[in-house]
């Protein structure tokens, strides 16, 4: 199955970009080449593949903020790539909404490994063919309401634009009110036990959260991870 999937390449080195695009190949995946990230928004403008494999260092606009725009958008699967093996340059890829991190130089059959469970995870969370999977009609929360088969967020009435992983988080999170979640666990839930990366994500994807929902009752819990506070009546008091 995996011919219905393409992998967008987007880097300047046209050595490291062919070489990639060689080993996708040969596990039947259709590639786009690009060199520059200004090539590969015309790309998602027009025909947008089902995961991005993102060079940091482009000539023009960076990976960063192309990173960043698409995320603005949707939530397609990005890898990153770099020759920076930085912590802080790991971590702003996560915080921009990367799902994975490689530094060059890195094993192509290690990278088509990590592909092919962004989109297992991918269709994982969205079900077959990009619908959602079987879930319940509504979800209700004092001010929060969730319709997981639309996969439509509203927040005292005013419907919130989030991402799939945003959605997820917070399904977790309302279906299971007042429970406290380890950044293990909700890596689990929403990236999937294979889950690479690190643990960050999770604290990154919920400041996205809170940004979107500023009242949204997500505490820490010191020591341990994450919980949704609800004394059942409404949850941004």
């Known amino acids: 199955m995996n011919n219905q999937y393409t992998i967008a390449v987007v880097d300047d080195d046209t050595n490291i970009r062919l070489l990639v695009e ?64 930085n912590e802080v340059d790991k971590i702003l890829g996560l915080e921009l909404g990367s799902d994975d991190y490689m530094v060059k130089p890195f094993s192509p059959r290690e990278l088509v490994a990590r ?3 962004q989109l297992q995870r991918w269709y994982k969370l969205n079900g077959p063919e990009g619908q959602p999977s079987s879930s ?22 005013e419907e919130v634009d989030l991402t799939s ?23 689990n839930f929403v990236w999937g036990e294979d889950y690479f990366g690190s643990d960050r994500a999770v604290d990154h994807l919920i400041k996205r959260v809170r940004k979107k929902i500023g009242r949204l009752p997500i505490e820490a819990v010191w020591g341990h991870g994450y919980r949704m506070r609800y004394e059942g009546g409404d949850p941004s008091q």
Do not use: H
């Not at 319940?136 to 009435?157: C, D, H, S």
């Not at 992983?165 to 890596?187: C, H, S």
């Open 165 to 187: 992983k945003e959605f997820a988080m917070l399904q977790v999170f309302a279906e299971n009110p007042n429970r406290a979640f380890t950044r293990d666990d909700l890596l």
């Open 136 to 157: 319940p009609v509504r979800i209700e929360l004092g001010n929060l309401q969730l319709l997981p088969e639309e996969r439509r967020a509203f927040w005292a009435g």
């Open 22 to 85: 060689a080993f996708l190949q040969k596990e039947n995946y259709r590639t786009v080449g690009l060199g520059s990230a200004e090539e590969a928004w015309e790309l998602w403008q027009s025909s947008p593949p089902d995961l991005w494999v993102l060079d940091i260092m482009l000539p023009g606009m960076d990976g960063y903020e192309f990173c960043r725009r698409i995320r603005s958008e949707a939530e397609v699967p990005i890898i990153m790539i770099s020759a920076r093996d």
């Open 115 to 117: 592909i092919k469970r």
